[in-house]
């Protein structure tokens, strides 16, 4: 059975830093794409960050130069590293795995709140 669980997320200062983090279980994550995206109230779940495999990332324009996403395939993980964090920030975030046949495994989502 495959899960999927973040954590990391919490209330920040503007400016401010978190990692999140993503680990999965009963699948190897190294051998799938894998990808953060956020929800913020009242709007669609976007993308955030993805990291494909062979290396490849990419991030959307709203957080390029601010967040940083890596793995480790030692520990089945995956990581959101996220500076200057500002208020259009805040949002649920959500890690996703997809695999070779395009089913898509989702966690529960960690909270991020930024004040100003």
């Known amino acids: 059975q495959v899960q999927i669980v973040e954590s990391g997320g919490g209330l920040v200062q503007e400016g401010g830093s978190l990692r999140l983090s993503c680990v999965a279980s009963?699948?190897?994550?190294?051998?799938?794409?894998m990808a953060w995206y956020r929800q913020a109230p009242g709007k669609e779940r976007e993308m955030v960050a993805e990291n494909l495999i062979g290396g490849t990332t990419n991030y959307a324009d709203t957080v390029k130069g601010r967040f940083t996403i890596s793995r480790d395939g030692n520990r089945n993980t995956v990581f959101l590293q996220m500076n200057a964090l500002k208020p259009e920030d805040t949002a649920v975030y959500y890690c996703?795995?997809?695999?070779?046949?395009?089913?898509?495994?989702w966690g529960q989502g960690t909270q991020v709140t930024v004040s100003s």
């Open positions: 009963g699948i190897r994550m190294s051998i799938h794409p």
């Open positions: 996703k795995l997809t695999t070779r046949a395009g089913t898509p495994y």
